[in-house]
């Protein structure tokens, strides 16, 4: 932060030194604690499609001469690896987000450009349970970051309004726009989130309650992304939530003017 930067840079050049050797130290040995626990986490949470993906073949197998158990047990395989590859996938983005972080290269988003996207993206899951997704409030706005990180995000948040609705409901993509910077929000008519478990939503891996989940069933890391991709463009994700009414997480990201005026204390000749 500001504060440390600013002792930093005031102490003469050995201590500053040493500060900084001292600052590293920590960091990188927070950073491999946190590594250790993801990969502990990782192992736990892939052996259980793995397990009952082998399990179903053997059923298979024993089933050869009922063609309606093999049907089922067939059935229940693809939906396993369906979750596996699925759990793949967002353990690739979510290590992929943990190595660059903060973004290096931050460029002109196209907000629309991005939703459009992420609705086209949803669009069969929507058509399923017959909900509409819907956009409104402004558009042409720009922001700063990078393109696929803000679309993997918003992408979460609708799969997510998607997942845990009812048939028949609507999701509402709002935007709103400021001077610095911008509001995504993504409201939806669903089961919503019990006030206590709202802290823990964004952590790695955890669901509400993994009975309640959509039948394919969650992997607990789509927030965790979502969360890195904020943390990673210097913006912050809200949640407002009645059990049983609905939710709306909203993204506030920089938007591409204000950004660029921005100052930051590397800047400043102390
Ligand atoms: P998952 O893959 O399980 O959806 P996430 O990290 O995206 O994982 O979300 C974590 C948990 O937060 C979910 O398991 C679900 O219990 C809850 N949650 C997330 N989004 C919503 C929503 N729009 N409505 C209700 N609950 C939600």
């Known amino acids: 932060g ?37 990969v502990a986490n990782v192992s736990h949470e892939l052996k259980t499609p793995v397990g009952a993906i082998r399990l179903l073949s053997e059923a298979v197998e024993e089933a050869a001469d009922d ?7 067939a059935s229940r395989m693809g939906v396993e690896s369906q979750r596996l590859g699925r759990l793949v996938q967002q353990i690739i983005e979510l290590s992929r987000l943990q190595d660059d972080d903060p973004i290096e290269a931050l460029s002109s988003v196209d907000l629309d450009a991005v939703i459009d996207r992420v609705i086209d993206e949803n669009a069969t899951d929507a058509a399923d349970k017959q909900i509409a997704v819907v956009r409104d409030g402004d558009a042409d706005v720009a922001l700063l970051g990078n393109t696929e990180q803000v ?18 409901s609507r999701v509402v993509i709002h935007v ?31 669901r509400v309650d993994p009975a309640r989940h959509r039948s394919t ?6 927030l965790s992304i979502v969360k890195h991709v904020v943390a990673s463009h210097g913006g912050e994700v809200k949640v407002w939530s009645v059990e049983g009414a609905g939710s709306t997480f909203t993204l506030t990201l920089p938007r591409k003017q204000a950004a660029a005026r ?8 102390l």
């Open 67 to 73: 063609p309606e158990a093999v049907q089922r047990f």
């Open 151 to 168: 679309a993997l995000a918003l992408g979460n948040l609708v799969a997510n309004a998607i997942g845990y609705s009812p048939d028949s």
């Open 2 to 38: 500001p504060a440390r930067t600013l002792a930093v840079r005031i102490a003469p050049l050995g201590v500053r030194l040493v500060l900084v050797l001292l600052e590293d130290r920590t960091r990188e040995r927070r950073v491999e604690a946190i590594r250790r626990d993801f």
């Open 262 to 269: 921005r100052t930051s204390y590397d800047d400043i000749d």
């Open 217 to 222: 069933g969650g992997t607990g890391l789509g």
């Open 176 to 206: 709103t726009a400021r001077s610095g910077d911008v509001d995504i929000a993504v409201t939806d008519q669903g089961i919503g989130i019990p006030a206590p478990e709202i802290d823990r939503i964004f952590e790695r891996f955890y």
